[in-house]
């Protein structure tokens, strides 16, 4: 079975310039988050989508980004204009059904972003 | 006040010694616990889920307290394979799969 895809895997931008990033989740798996892990920290929740839906977007700084799911299978998250402390690895993850608490969370290989 | 607080570490333990991680959170309402493992520069993996009763897995053995709202995870004759950043991770009350992931307690093993 596949993993969950992540695509690009490395990006190198300058502040104020706009990035997108894109996820692509367990063929089946209705749920989909996007996390940001800042280097010395455990992953945060940015958005989770329930199919096509957001279900959380409370931590989304939603002055800059943004995110979709437009037929409910991959994703895109995107930052404009990106800041210097949005340097990051954005990883994505996916559980099969209604993102309930006993589902496992299978995460992508995660996109490092480097801002300057 | 960090919802999981974890010692950062790092642990630097010879091969065959036990290391014993501890983990504190805040919310008493969470209702499911884990650590994942996550290697340098990959994405975390789910290691193990941690139940109230306490529960094995060959060298690795996780204990719930919900009373102190304490996790620990205990690894036995630790092998050089076992180096990663051990997360801590508790899932929100509320229903829906929300992960709140600890900063991480590096292990290093040495020969």
């Known amino acids: 079975e596949a993993g969950v895809a992540q695509s690009p895997r490395y990006k190198i931008i300058e502040k104020r310039q706009s990035v997108a990033f894109w996820c692509n989740p367990i063929s089946g798996h209705a749920t989909l988050y996007w996390y940001q892990q800042i280097l010395g920290q455990g992953p945060k929740l940015l958005i989770q989508f329930q199919n096509n839906g957001v279900v959380d977007d409370s931590q989304l700084p939603k002055d800059r980004f943004s995110a979709e799911r437009l037929k409910g299978v991959d994703s895109t998250l995107k930052i404009q204009p990106a800041k210097l402390e949005d340097s990051a690895v954005y990883l994505c993850?996916?559980?099969?059904?209604?993102?309930?608490?006993?589902?496992?969370?299978?995460f992508g290989p995660g996109t490092r972003l480097l801002v300057l | 006040r960090k919802e999981v607080e974890q010692d950062p570490g790092p642990f630097n333990v010879p091969e065959g010694a036990t290391v014993a991680f501890n983990c504190t959170y805040s919310n008493s309402a969470s209702q499911s616990f884990f650590w994942y493992r996550q290697d340098c520069r990959k994405e975390p993996k789910l290691l193990m889920s941690?139940?109230?009763s306490g529960n094995e897995d060959g060298r690795f053995t996780a204990q719930l307290n919900r009373a102190s709202q304490y996790i620990s995870l205990l690894i036995r004759d630790s092998k050089l394979s076992d180096s990663a950043t051990y997360l801590c991770?508790?899932?929100?009350?509320?229903?829906?799969?929300?992960?709140?992931f600890g900063a991480g307690t590096r292990l290093a093993v040495h020969p």
């Open positions: 941690v139940y109230s």
């Open positions: 991770v508790v899932n929100r009350a509320g229903g829906y799969n929300k992960l709140i």
């Open positions: 993850a996916s559980t099969p059904r209604r993102g309930l608490v006993e589902e496992t969370q299978y």
